[in-house]
């Protein structure tokens, strides 16, 4: 089994930074892809961004591609998303999630594990 735990979430106000991270535990070795998701209030859980083992490939959802930035320590373990000129919308739960797949899913059924979540509040 693998556990995913987030730090770093707040609250900032618009235009601020944030940084999250996530650090597995466990059979981290069985971890490929990992990503980050947010929910919202009455919304459904969405994709926020991907990288791969090496850290070297990533995608973003369209609504954070510019602003963020997902990495991934030469150890492969911790995983990091830095938020910059962070808007009200941004408010939301960040999970991590992590994938025996390689594949940088953007679907919350393609990951394996997932973390329990941190918030982050945006105020205006």
């Known amino acids: 089994q693998v556990q995913l735990v987030e730090s770093g979430g707040g609250l900032v106000k618009t235009g601020d930074s944030l940084s999250l991270s996530c650090t597995p535990s466990g059979r981290i070795s069985s971890v490929s892809a990992m990503a980050w998701f947010r929910q919202a209030p009455t919304e459904e859980r969405e994709f926020v961004a991907a990288?791969?083992?090496?850290?070297?490939?990533?995608n973003y959802a369209s609504s954070v591609k510019g602003r963020f930035t997902i990495s991934r320590d030469n150890a492969k373990t911790t995983m990091y998303l830095q938020m910059n000129n962070m808007k009200p919308e941004d408010t939301a739960v960040f999970y991590c999630a992590g994938s025996e797949s390689r594949t940088l899913g953007i679907g919350v059924g393609e990951y394996d594990y997932w973390g329990q979540g941190t918030q982050v509040t945006v105020a205006s």
């Open positions: 990288i791969n083992l090496n850290g070297d490939v990533s």
